[in-house]
């Protein structure tokens, strides 16, 4: 990939510089002043030029400033409290990017996959050809795909990327076809099945004046058992690290000595402030989670690795498989932080001279993650791209569909049972128990499939308490269908144990589950044991594990996702509504003006620490 590889990429620049970007003269003066005085007696580049690495993941289409909680970073204070600050929008993610390139001739903007995806309405109401146009103008240089870019499938994705109409609903704009990403999608480990060819570019080479650098891209190896199976149905997603090394030794015979690897999986550092110190006490030791055996594994070849999925902030130090210091980052997710990394290429050897990175917290970092904060200027090519897009979905968008007295937590509850996990579980029973609905006498919902919280502030002139059509689907926007189905209590009850042993050990996924059911989680043991047994009753009677019992669940989990094999069990299968249409219909049931809904008690699940 060029420098300037697509389309409008390269006017675009240039009309950035005229806007004020950084002049030659003041470029020069930054210069230190034994490389001015180089340049000027020989006209020769000096040996190592500084390459600006900007990168963020995870923005999952959110184009407004997210609400709540989701639209907040932490930041560690100097006498170790923590504060709360707003952040995110691509109107400041946009001015964020732009001044950060001020005075960097070489700038490359790349990002860690789930662009899109799980997205707000003003995007996802569009197949969020909004999030791609913000990303052409933003200039993003290359991204990876994630797990979120399959959930409309190989063929949506590859719509993205070429452009084009969608098949179904068309052109949004009179006389106007969608262009695809000006940028690369890179998929190295997925795919087709019939021609085990990557579905789109394994990597991409940048080049600018001599100075190449490589990126390849990949998604994390389980994004099957996190997707709906229409998403991923024939595709393979290989291994990580094979794939990596594979396309490293690649792009080495070619010539390509500088590499980074863009990776949609990551870690959990041991604090949540996105200036937290994870190289303390030592290089890596304040994270943890599959990224860092990925950090370990992938050759020393590849010189940064760009990681997301996990939504975290982190700048650390994991050593390569030599030995070597190796940056592994995350900006967090939703647009909120990017990261601003220097990478000293040597023009004679070609690489990335590896000696010079330096973590975020060192004397002289070379790599930091930055807070989009909201009170520098909006870009106003990015707030004229939003209210073009508002005024489209407006009439969906500002509907009423109830009436909330607080907020209603979600995404931003830490707690194993959430408020609003307990709402849409109870929305579903509701909607499925009538028997010509599907007869269910419990619902579970899966708790990643929950993105966002339900905010009480006013996001827009709806009102204070006043959920919006637009803030329900931003809750619930995958559109899943429902299903009700047969499953014995025996499988019940393997289904509650499969939330925190097998795949999910290491990282519980605990289910939301409808009023009725409850169980006690004894987190104090391991794997299946978590789960006490016979604790487990369903309206006060226990689980009879010989009894069958009609459970609702979207089709995601209805599918076996995220793990719970014993789902996918279910027979006698009937298919209801969508999880969205009986959410706003038990908002509109249950609330009124005069009557909001509270935030529902959480006391289905007893956990012992």
């Keep these: 990939m060029s420098a300037t590889p697509h389309k409008n990429r390269a006017s675009r620049r240039v009309l950035a510089a005229a806007a004020g970007l950084a002049t030659v003269g003041a470029l020069v003066a930054a210069m230190p002043a034994d490389a001015q005085s180089r340049d000027q007696a020989s006209h020769e580049p000096a040996r190592t030029v500084d390459v600006q690495l900007l990168s963020f993941n995870d ?3 959110n184009l407004e400033p997210p609400a709540g909680s989701a639209g907040t970073v932490t930041e560690k204070q100097a006498d170790g409290t923590t504060k709360a600050i707003p952040a995110g929008g691509v109107e400041y993610l946009a001015s964020s990017l732009r001044t950060a390139r001020q005075g960097h001739p070489y700038s490359i903007t790349a990002a860690g996959g789930d662009m899109v995806g799980a997205s707000p309405l003003l995007s996802g109401l569009f197949h969020d050809e909004p999030t791609i146009e913000a990303l052409n103008k933003i200039d993003l240089d290359v991204t990876t795909v994630g797990n979120h870019e ?3 499938g190989a063929t949506e994705l590859a719509r993205l990327q070429n452009g084009g109409c969608h098949p179904v609903e068309g052109c949004y704009a009179q006389g106007t076809t969608f262009q695809g990403a000006d940028f690369p999608y890179l998929a190295a ?6 021609t085990g060819r990557p579905i789109l570019k394994p990597y991409t080479v940048w080049k600018k004046n001599g100075v190449k650098i490589g990126f390849i891209g990949v998604t994390l190896e389980g994004t099957p058992n996190i997707v709906t199976a229409n998403g991923v149905k024939g595709l ?11 396309y490293a030794k690649e792009l080495d015979r070619q010539g390509v000595k500088s590499i980074v690897a863009l990776i949609h999986e990551g870690g959990a550092p041991a604090s949540s402030s996105y200036n937290y110190d994870c190289d303390s006490p030592g290089a890596g030791d304040g994270i943890s989670g599959p990224i860092v055996d990925i950090a370990k594994g992938i050759s020393p070849k590849v010189d940064a690795l760009v990681t997301g999925h996990t939504h975290q902030a982190y700048v650390c130090t994991v050593p390569d498989p030599a030995g070597n210091p190796r940056l592994v980052t995350s900006a967090s997710s939703f647009g909120k932080l990017y990261t601003d990394t220097t990478l000293t290429y040597d023009r004679r050897t070609q690489d990335i001279v590896r000696t010079s990175v330096k973590s975020s917290n060192s004397s002289n970092p070379t790599s930091a993650n930055h807070i989009v904060t909201r009170d520098q200027p909006k870009a106003t090519d990015m707030t004229a791209l939003i209210a073009r897009w508002n005024t489209l979905a407006a009439p969906i968008a500002s509907r009423p569909q109830g009436y909330i007295s607080a907020d209603i937590n979600g995404r931003g509850s830490t707690a194993p049972e959430k408020p609003l996990g307990n709402l ?9 128990a009538p028997a010509d609905k599907g007869g269910a006498v419990v619902a579970f919902m899966n708790p990643g499939g929950i993105r966002a919280d339900l905010v009480y502030k006013s996001t827009g002139s709806e009102g204070d308490g006043v959920v919006t059509y637009g803030e329900s689907f931003t809750v619930q926007p995958f559109t899943n269908m429902m299903n009700v189905v047969d499953l014995t209590g025996a499988q019940l009850i393997t289904a509650l144990q499969q939330q925190v042993s097998g795949s999910n050990e290491a990282s519980p996924k605990i289910l939301q589950v409808s009023k009725g059911l409850t169980y006690t989680l004894d987190m104090t043991k391991t794997g299946a044991a978590r789960v006490v047994v016979d604790t487990i009753k369903l309206n006060g009677a226990a689980i009879d594990p010989a009894k069958t019992y009609r459970v609702a669940m979207n089709e995601f989990l209805a599918g076996g996702g995220d793990g719970f094999a014993a789902l996918g069990q279910g027979t006698n299968k009937l298919v209801g509504a969508s999880d969205l249409d009986l959410f706003n219909a038990y908002l509109s049931a249950h609330s009124s003006a005069a009557a909001p809904l509270a935030p529902p008690v959480t006391d289905r699940i007893t956990v012992v620490q």
């Design 59 to 61: 923005l999952h289409g």
């Design 150 to 152: 399959f959930d409309e």
């Design 189 to 194: 480990n997925v795919t087709d099945e019939k």
């Design 236 to 246: 393979k997603f290989h291994d990580e690290i094979e794939t990596v090394n594979k």
């Design 424 to 432: 849409i579980a109870d929305a579903q029973l509701e909607g499925l």
